[in-house]
């Protein structure tokens, strides 16, 4: 039978094509599915189950908006990114047999093409810097002259991803050793195969014996003969190695090591008079100059392993090439040793090396291998989940590189729970994943996660947020809650804005579930918004609108849409979210997060004025607890003697609000002109700004 021809078009008509499939951009406008030629059926959308579209013409059909249920439905595929797939139903609405499909690749607003592949690809980079730190845990050997004391942030990564680069370059110069050998008496197989037998020569099968006999005449007949080949179990063994340990996983490191960032400490201001503070800050200040010192040798240690892992890539991808190996195919997975592999004397030291790799560095890597090598080599398609997907795959990665958490014994990570299933990534729904941390005084502190967990409001509705976070410390646990969305809100408008973070932020899930915080996470670079000042400011802005005036109150870091997208910024947006929940909403505003160290509150911290009445101790403790005992505009010098990490907790200077002062603060810089360039900020629970003045 004769189908019409089904495809998707907008008022202009036809939607463009790339690579065979048709595409346009997320909110760039409505689209509809259009068949040329006769049906007597219908038109729907492939998904979880069939969605009906609405005949509007004789050849077209939309999606339906009749309702309150089809107008949800409306929204959500028309804001869905990745692949949308239309057939042809029968009068019945089941759908044809063998129907045509036509498929619309939706591109998510507020990414690039190259932005989006970077996402993908990131998925498994991070899969594989995590399982590298996990592993760091153990005790490996890193060989000589290769430093791993990495100093403060990025000491975690930079340690694990090290001792796994360490760990494939002694691979790499094992089977370099034996490489000569191996190329001279390469381990082969033997086959039969159909071809011509020269009758002249000495033949053992009877078959051809006969043959010959028969057509004496003949010099070359076919028949079945033995031929030698290099495609054996212990040759796929190599192929293995050099394909995906010492080429595609070694570039993989090599592209998580050059994004790096081992940044230096920010360097303390010093504007006081008492001589006590004054020679705190310079100490402060020494530590910083001593520790930046460190990061530039860390930097150039990573510099030097980088050389020597692109050497080893290229080596291994000319090595794949060679006339011994350049036919044999690369297996899924290694084979099984044979007793040829343990046993030849240029195989075997390689194979023993691999299991030494294997049973160390390795072992937490292996498990994650299909993820990364599908995410590297572009078998991942792109699905409108996937920044959901990538931000809580960010967020698991950022409290196990940054802040040096583990799971706990015997439990799997995130990745090794992660699977692939037609070309899409999946994480399982509603299922806990936790991280330990400590100190190095010994306390501790968890960390749980869910995607998508299934939540109940007191009234027993149902939410179902992207990302929860449960972080615990003693009897204390704080929730935060984040949904994931692809944006642009130059397109989208003021009202998607609002709706993101009132509606569904502030009231869906803040809220209704009763948690410490609730943000969006989005891809739009022009909005960034930590609940710092009031919404209405933000609106004026940014689309010269504002709303009622009750939202023109602060609202205390408590709801926002903050932007986070693939790249080097995306580090320095988590640093900042995780200084949020735990030093600003949490109770660790005196804990250097990035090295562990719980700072001795008489050594490494400083009040901003010397009490006479009071002790030193007990202004300190008034700071830290926010008691207004400690006075107005109270600053608490933090100085981290083990990574150099600097930073204030201050009291504000309306009603002894906490104030949190670090680079890139998540906090609102003072509008004040005389304040510019200095750690002065908006109070976000009062809106206390006050002049130079007032200060005086």
């Not at 802040?403 to 899409?424: D, Q």
């Not at 909005?527 to 205390?556: A, C, H, M, Q, Y």
Request: proline letters at 5%; one cysteine or more.
């Amino acid at each position: 039978m004769a189908y019409p021809k089904i495809y998707f078009a907008d008022s202009i008509g036809e939607l463009p094509w790339e690579d065979h499939v048709q595409h346009t951009r997320q909110y760039s406008g409505r689209w509809y599915v259009q068949i040329e030629g006769l049906w007597d059926g219908s038109v729907g959308l492939k998904g979880d189950s069939i969605i009906p579209l609405l005949k509007i013409s004789s050849n077209r059909w939309e999606i339906p908006q009749r309702t309150k249920h089809e107008r949800e439905i409306s929204k959500g595929v028309a804001s869905r990114t990745g692949q949308i797939t239309a057939i042809l139903l029968d009068a019945s609405g089941e759908p044809v047999d063998s129907s045509p499909e036509a498929f619309l690749l939706v591109k998510p607003a507020g990414l690039t093409e190259q932005e989006l592949e970077q996402l993908i690809t990131e998925i498994g980079l991070l899969a594989l810097s995590t399982s590298s730190c996990v592993t760091s845990q153990l005790q490996v050997p890193v060989g000589e002259n290769v430093e791993t004391a990495m100093i403060g942030m990025g000491y975690s990564e930079s340690r694990g991803l090290l001792l796994t680069a360490t760990s494939l370059l002694k691979l790499a110069s094992v089977v370099q050793s034996n490489w000569v050998l191996i190329e001279k008496r390469p381990l082969r197989s033997f086959s039969r195969e159909l071809g011509l037998v020269d009758t002249r020569k000495l033949i053992n099968s009877p078959q051809v014996l006969i043959k010959a006999k028969i057509d004496a005449s003949k010099q070359r007949i076919m028949a079945l003969t033995q031929v030698e080949s290099t495609q054996c179990s212990e040759n796929e063994f190599l192929c293995y190695v050099l394909d995906v340990y010492l080429k595609d996983l070694v570039n993989g490191i090599v592209n998580s090591l050059e994004h790096l960032e081992v940044n230096d400490s920010f360097s303390p201001l010093n504007y006081a008079k008492e001589p006590a503070i004054l020679s705190f800050l310079a100490r402060a200040k020494e530590q910083v100059q001593k520790f930046n010192q460190q990061r530039e040798e860390d930097r150039k240690t990573i510099s030097k392993i980088v050389a020597q892992l692109q050497e080893c890539a290229e080596w291994a991808t000319e090595a794949r090439h060679s006339p011994i190996l350049g036919n044999v195919l690369t297996p899924t997975e290694p084979p099984l040793p044979s007793q040829r592999l343990i046993g030849s004397p240029a195989y075997a030291p390689i194979f023993e090396e691999y299991m030494n790799c294997e049973s160390s560095v390795f072992s937490k890597i292996q498990p994650v291998l299909t993820l990364f090598k599908a995410t590297y080599q572009s078998q991942v398609r792109s699905t409108w989940e996937l920044y959901e997907i990538w931000c809580f795959v960010r967020l698991y990665n950022a409290f196990v590189i940054n802040l040096n958490m583990r799971p706990p014994l015997n439990e799997a990570t995130l990745f090794e729970s992660m699977r692939i299933e037609k070309g899409e990534i999946k994480i399982p729904t509603n299922n806990v994943f936790r991280l330990q941390g400590a100190f190095d005084d010994g306390s501790q502190f968890n960390i749980s996660l869910w995607y998508q967990p299934k939540q109940y409001t007191k009234s027993n509705h149902l939410r179902i947020p992207d990302i929860r976070v449960d972080i615990s410390s003693n009897s204390e646990t704080k929730t935060y809650y984040f949904d994931a969305k692809y944006r642009n809100y130059k397109l989208q408008g003021r009202k998607q804005f609002v709706y993101d973070v009132i509606d569904v932020a502030r009231d869906k899930y803040l809220y209704s579930l009763r948690g410490t915080a609730s943000f969006i996470l989005h891809t739009d670079r022009q909005i960034d918004f930590w609940g710092e000042v009031p919404i209405n400011r933000v609106l004026k802005e940014k689309f010269d609108r504002t709303l009622v005036t009750s939202e023109d109150r602060f609202i205390s870091h408590k709801y926002g849409a903050i932007a986070l997208q693939p790249g080097v910024g995306a580090n320095r947006q988590l640093n900042r979210l995780i200084r949020l929940m735990f030093q600003y909403h949490g109770s660790f505003s005196t804990d250097c997060l990035f090295c562990g160290h719980k700072l001795n509150l008489e050594q490494d911290t400083q009040t901003s004025w010397i009490p006479s009445i009071i002790s030193q101790q007990e202004l300190t403790r008034r700071v830290i607890s926010g008691s207004s005992g400690a006075g107005k505009g109270t600053g608490l010098y933090c100085s981290c003697p083990k990574c150099g990490q600097f930073w204030v907790v201050q009291h504000c200077y309306g009603k002894n609000h906490r104030i949190l002062k670090f680079p890139n603060c998540f906090h609102r810089h003072s509008d004040r002109l005389e304040h510019k360039g200095k750690w002065m900020y908006i109070c976000p629970v009062c809106g206390s700004d006050p002049s130079g003045d007032k200060l005086n």
